[in-house]
């Protein structure tokens, strides 16, 4: 498995942007599809957005939907997520996620490796 570890949370003001990055150890990381996810306190932990392997591909919730960017560099092992227009409702802390045998699921129990997570706060 890959380890994970996320950068770049921090407190920002509503319509504001933020940039998390993951940076993954181990040889296999372009086999892997990675996947931002955030956790609000006493909420599940819920899917923000998904890049394949190749980084041709990419999925987000209705939520984020054209507000956030995931993408990849597979030559530094790295995902990044940019966040713009960020909301209140946004506050979370996101971690970012691996799978190695994607089976097109979403929900973040099929998601294998994961990092410790970072804050995010948006004030209004």
């Known amino acids: 498995q890959v380890q994970l570890v996320e950068s770049g949370g921090g407190l920002v003001q509503a319509g504001g942007s933020l940039r998390l990055s993951c940076a993954a150890s181990?040889?296999?990381?372009?086999?892997?599809?990675m996947g931002w996810f955030r956790q609000a306190p006493g909420k599940e932990r819920e899917f923000v957005a998904a890049?394949?392997?190749?980084?041709?591909?990419?999925h987000y919730a209705d939520s984020v939907k054209g507000r956030f960017t995931i993408s990849r560099d597979n030559a530094k092992n790295t995902v990044y997520l940019q966040m713009n227009s960020l909301k209140p409702e946004d506050t979370a802390v996101y971690y970012c996620?691996?799978?190695?045998?994607?089976?097109?699921?979403?929900?973040?129990?099929?998601?294998?490796?994961w990092g410790q997570g970072t804050q995010v706060t948006v004030s209004s």
């Open positions: 890049i394949s392997w190749s980084g041709s591909s990419t």
């Open positions: 181990g040889r296999t990381f372009t086999r892997y599809t």
């Open positions: 996620a691996g799978d190695q045998d994607f089976s097109g699921s979403y929900y973040y129990r099929d998601f294998g490796s």
